[in-house]
């Protein structure tokens, strides 16, 4: 089973590959690879946003059961 990884965490590891590739001091094959890491990080990134983003959106009504937050104007 694999580990739950933090949103902090995955960014962290963002931020650092991106400073390795805005460095411009590396070789190619080694540039493809940290930019395919980070594609993949920024995915899970999106994808942990993406969920919480829902999680918030949703509310308990009266009966404990969750539902889509809808603000009533």
Known sequence: ?????KFEE???NLEGL???LEAGNIDLDIAID??????KLAKKCRDKLNT???????IIN???????F???E
């Open 70 to 72: 809808k603000v009533e």
């Open 18 to 20: 991106v400073k390795d």
């Open 62 to 68: 009266e009966f404990g059961e969750l539902e889509d």
């Open 10 to 12: 995955l960014l962290t």
């Open 34 to 39: 940290k930019y395919t890491q980070a594609m």
């Open 1 to 5: 089973m694999e580990k739950e990884v």
């Open 52 to 58: 919480a983003t829902e999680k918030v959106n949703k």
